[in-house]
């Protein structure tokens, strides 16, 4: 069932004559940390800050690679050499042991054998392990006669 409407107008509230008093919302409400133009400020900074010690930092270390590389390129002849020594001292060892046990061979030719010479037709001295390192034997024989002195 409904009512009917009637004639009467509307109650409605209004506010006082005058106004309601004003409020100041500034007093009541607490200061919430600092303001977004400090925030984007700080941001920025600290960004900026980050960014340059990430440079300072990459600089440092292409510094310390380059020493290292330096070091590394100044010792590689001293290393090699000590290499090559080793090698020269493990192959001199191998050729006397060759020219004790193959003493008494001889080829079909009936010729003698002839320690640390080449079994192939390529004229050119190969190590056993490693590339090239003489490119004749004619240095292991001074080295062989050397040692015989």
Known sequence: ??????????????????????????????????????????S????????YQIGVTNTAKIQQKMQERKVRYALAPLLQAEADR????RELVALLKERELMK???????????AGASQFWGGQWMPRRIGHFMRHHDTLKLILLASFL
């Not at 080793?86 to 001292?89: D, F, G, K, P, Q």
């Open 1 to 42: 069932m409904s009512f009917r409407p009637s004639t009467a107008p509307p109650i409605q509230d209004m506010p006082p004559p005058g106004g309601y008093k004003k409020l100041d919302f500034g007093r009541y409400l607490p200061s919430r940390g600092p303001k977004g133009w400090q925030l984007w400020l700080g």
């Open 44 to 51: 920025a900074t600290l960004i900026a800050y980050g960014y």
């Open 86 to 89: 080793e090698y020269m001292e």
């Open 104 to 114: 008494d061979v001889t080829d079909e030719e009936g010729r003698a054998w002839e």
